[in-house]
T-cell receptor, first 115, second 109 residues
Framework: NAGVMQNPRHLVRRRGQEARLRCSPM?????VYWYRQLPEEGLKFMVY????????ESGMPKERFSAEFPKEGPSILRIQQVVRGDSAAYFC?????????????FGPGTRLTVL | GENVEQHPSTLSVQEGDSAVIKCTYS??????FPWYKQELGKRPQLIID?????GEKKDQRIAVTLNKTAKHFSLHITETQPEDSAVYFC????????FGAGTRLTVKP
């Protein structure tokens, strides 16, 4: 049973480019969460999605950031026109449809570096 | 929304000693309190969790206590070992999770 998968693991972008981060939840999980972690800091909630729906995006910056979790395929976190301050580790987590719905399992993260 | 505070931010103990990390939360509706361990460059790993209908839970050398009246919960690690060195995060959840800022635990051999 594969865990939460994220790719790429490392992503380098120049200022103004777009970054696309992908997250495939664990099998049987339909809830996906995205977090940002700056160096030496904690995990900041960004967005909570279920299939085809954004449930809570209260932690997402209003501009340049968007997320989706389509019916088929991975969840995507998209950052347009990246700036140096976007450099961080981005983790996604997933939780199951039933049972312990709030127990979240994390992926390995994508480390974004903006030059 | 939920606000979680975690103390201390750094903790250094001698191998074999106990370590205690404390968290407080603001939303009395929170009902799930997990603890994660994150080693350098790795993903957060769930180590123990507690739900609001339980006051204490233990798993080998780690235990978590919850005081719903005071809205605080704690992680206790006994007989610490160097491999316990990591950053520990507490979290509180109703529907989605809010994390504390983390505690960097160093266990000196």
């Amino acid at each position: 049973n594969a865990g939460v998968m994220q790719n790429p693991r490392h992503l380098v972008r120049r200022r103004g480019q777009e970054a696309r981060l992908r997250c495939s939840p664990m099998k049987g999980h339909s809830h996906v969460y995205w977090y940002r972690q700056l160096p030496e800091e904690g995990l900041k909630f960004m967005v909570y999605l279920q299939k085809e729906n954004i449930i809570d995006e209260s932690g997402m910056p209003k501009e340049r950031f968007s997320a989706e979790f389509p019916k088929e395929g991975p969840s995507i976190l998209r950052i347009q026109q990246v700036v140096r301050g976007d450099s961080a580790a981005y983790f996604c987590a997933s939780s199951p449809e039933s049972g312990a719905r709030d127990t979240q399992y994390f992926g390995p993260g994508t480390r974004l570096t903006v030059l | 929304g939920e606000n979680v505070e975690q103390h201390p931010s750094t903790l250094s103990v001698q191998e074999g000693d106990s370590a205690v990390i404390k968290c407080t939360y603001s939303d009395s509706a929170s009902n799930y309190f997990p603890w994660y361990k994150q080693e350098l460059g790795k993903r957060p790993q769930l180590i123990i969790d507690i739900r609001s209908n339980v006051g204490e839970k233990k798993d080998q050398r780690i235990a978590v206590t919850l005081n719903k009246t005071a809205k605080h919960f704690s992680l206790h690690i006994t007989e610490t070992q160097p491999e316990d060195s990591a950053v520990y995060f507490c979290a509180a959840s109703i529907y989605d999770m809010r994390f504390g800022a983390g505690t960097r635990l160093t266990v000196k051999p």
